[in-house]
């Protein structure tokens, strides 16, 4: 097997609980290989964003560790080239268009080129939202602003996407929608995926699909 | 362009809104200040012009002193003249008189001029409103015009002058006669010190009030245009005598120019403190910008913006609102400027007092003068000041961690 995309080894974070500490994850092992989509079920307060913010490099876990193709380096200027995300509120900043809230991402990474135009516009489009490039987010409906946070996420060709419950706000059918669409956009951008969601549906649609349960991955079942 | 100063740019105009409120109060509160302090500063600095401009046309850009009348002047004249960067020089003698015309009096000073050269050295013709500097001769002089008002003389005239020798012909038990002089112009300068206190003769006449003799008070010299005024008093003394010196404009009026330096820079200390206290308001403006978007900070941090970057798109705003403050604000200052006399006009007309600005500012107009370092001075210490207002938003975005941003409700 080729190096992964994404490994985790031994993860453990716990928080401040009254007079001790919560342990949320007790010794997370997870490896993601190249196009691999994967997704994780869990209860409310499970860990699942836990262990995605752990896995974004936005955290540090207590012990163990994460590292992206091999390398631990998962610091700012590494992850807007190597990872995109997808959140459930979508975050997407009211003031730039939908275009410009893609070409963001690019923007971060430094290397705004007419290239990069092109990109955006073609990633809207695959999204079916090239008409409303010059729209704020404020007039796009749910679905729609979760769209141009898909393209987003994939602007700068990710090895990595990372999606946190980006169904949570959406109706059953715009959210199978977003899910048929993000897996058909990794799938051409050979992006893994790390699906966090509460949707069976949804989690079945993965190539595995894991269960967190007191702090733990194990299999899960579709 | 950087993303933090794109998205800085965005944030203070968002895409399809023109002027958000919090852009518009923040840019209007900067452009206030920095329109009050252009604004100050011009007519502080047209009063510091003007009265540079009167001393030079009235008494050239430097003035030989000497502790004692000065002999032999022609040849002091014709050394001075010999110096490099020196255009002309002229002879003056100066001191107090009683000017009597029917029951009035006034004590103004009488200037005795050379009248051969004092036009290659000053521009008092251009000031002379009746009459003419050639009407002169050793029995006339000119009034400055509000003396010639407060005595109630005018051209055509007979005025007495009584000379500073009556005190020796009193001690003496002498009988003093005060000579009479025929008031052949008026002559008005535009500030109400010397508009009101100096009356012009010939050296000659000055010379027999003053009982000088051949010789006199001292000498006005013109310099060279472009020459450095100091350079050339430092060549000026090189070939004077001891006991004899010269003095740039500078240097004579050294205690006022300095009051009138310290005034100013009061001024513009005190102005300043309206930028700060808009730097303040664009400070708790941009806390609160801050509060309302940390998932927006979270996000930029998930995106793998890093923090001083996103510090840096704090700071940037207030960069802008500085940048755009002072630009607004100079375009106000500078219409203000135009406009001040119409202004003044206006305000000196309601309130029924438009003799006030002459008797206690000096000035028949109110003057202008705007200098390009002290609009580059006033831009750049707003603008700096509204950058430092960003720092403190800026810690507070940078200091956001990522996760707990977007965790935020």
């Keep these: 097997m080729s190096e992964p995309v994404l490994s985790a080894r031994a993860l453990r974070k716990s928080y401040p609980s009254g007079d001790g500490r919560l342990e949320v994850l007790r010794g997370v092992d997870l490896d993601i290989a190249a196009g691999e989509s ?39 200027g590494r992850r807007a080239a190597f990872l995109g995300m997808v959140f459930q509120s979508f975050y997407l900043v009211p003031e730039l268009d939908a275009l410009a809230n893609v070409l963001l991402a690019r923007r971060i990474l430094g290397r705004l080129d007419p290239a990069a135009r092109t990109r955006a516009r073609d990633l809207l489009a695959r999204v079916g939202l090239a008409e409303r490039a010059h729209h704020l987010p404020a007039h796009l409906s749910g679905g729609e602003r979760q769209r141009v946070a898909l393209a987003r996420a994939l602007m700068n060709s990710p090895r990595l996407i990372l999606a946190d419950e980006p169904t ?21 951008a050979d992006a893994a995926l790390v699906l966090v969601t509460h949707n069976a549906a949804h989690a079945a649609r993965t190539r595995r699909s894991l269960l967190l349960t007191s702090g733990t991955l194990g299999a899960g079942r579709a | 362009m950087p993303w933090y100063l794109h998205l800085a740019l965005r944030q203070l105009f968002p895409t399809g809104r023109r002027f958000p409120f919090f852009t518009l109060i923040s840019t209007l509160g900067v452009a206030l200040g920095v329109a009050l302090l252009i604004i100050v500063m011009g007519v502080m600095g047209g009063f510091a012009y003007e009265i540079r401009h009167m001393i030079v046309d009235t008494e050239g850009e430097v003035q030989i002193v000497a502790r004692s009348p000065i002999p032999d002047y022609r040849a002091l004249m014709r050394k001075i003249d010999s110096v490099p960067g020196v255009e002309a020089a002229t002879p003056y003698a100066r001191d107090a008189v009683m000017l009597k015309f029917g029951d009035k009096a006034a004590f103004p000073m009488l200037r005795g001029l050379d009248l051969d050269s004092v036009s290659r050295v000053t521009q008092l013709g251009e000031y ?7 009407d002169l001769d050793d029995d006339s002089i000119i009034l400055s015009a509000q003396l010639a008002v407060s005595i109630g003389a005018r051209v055509g005239d007979t005025v007495e002058v009584y000379s500073p020798l009556i005190i ?5 038990d002498s009988v003093f006669l005060p000579r009479e002089v025929r008031v052949v112009g008026i002559l008005e300068i535009g500030h109400q010190q010397l508009d009101s206190s100096t009356a012009y003769g010939t050296i000659r006449l000055a010379q027999d009030l003053y009982g000088l ?21 430092a060549r000026i003394n090189a070939v004077l005598p001891d006991d004899i010196r010269a003095l740039s404009w500078q240097d004579s009026f050294s205690e006022f120019l300095w009051v009138l330096n310290l005034e100013r820079n009061m001024i513009f200390f005190l102005l300043l403190f309206i930028v700060i206290v808009a730097a303040f308001s664009v400070t708790s403006s941009l806390l609160i910008s801050v509060v309302r978007k940390t998932r927006e900070i979270g996000l930029l941090g998930a995106l793998g913006g890093k923090p001083v970057h996103v510090a840096a798109c704090f700071c940037a705003q207030g960069l802008f609102i500085g940048v755009l403050g002072s630009v607004a604000g100079l375009a106000l200052g500078l219409t203000a400027l135009a406009f001040r006399n119409n202004v003044v006009l206006w305000i000196t007309r309601v309130t029924q007092h438009p003799e006030v600005l002459r008797r206690y500012y000096q000035f028949s107009e109110l003057p202008s003068h705007t200098s390009g370092a002290t609009v580059a001075l006033i831009v750049a210490l707003t603008i700096v000041i509204s950058t430092l207002a960003g720092l403190l938003p800026a810690w507070k975005a940078a200091s956001l961690k990522p996760v707990e941003a977007l965790r935020s409700e």
């Design chain 2, 213 to 233: 003799g051949s010789t006199v008070h001292g000498l006005d010299v013109r310099i060279k245009p472009g020459m450095n005024e100091d350079d050339v008093v």
């Design chain 1, 38 to 76: 994967v997704s994780i079920r869990g209860e409310s307060g499970s860990g699942k964003s836990t262990l995605l913010n752990l896995l974004a490099g936005l955290d540090s876990p207590d012990t163990g560790s994460v590292s992206w193709a091999g390398s631990t380096d998962t610091g700012a």
């Design chain 1, 168 to 188: 949570g706000n959406l109706d059953e059918q715009t959210g199978g929608g977003v899910i048929e669409l993000l897996l058909s956009l990794c799938v051409s």
């Design chain 2, 168 to 172: 020796n012909k009193l001690a003496a």
């Design chain 2, 128 to 134: 002379v409103r009746v009459g003419s500097l050639d």
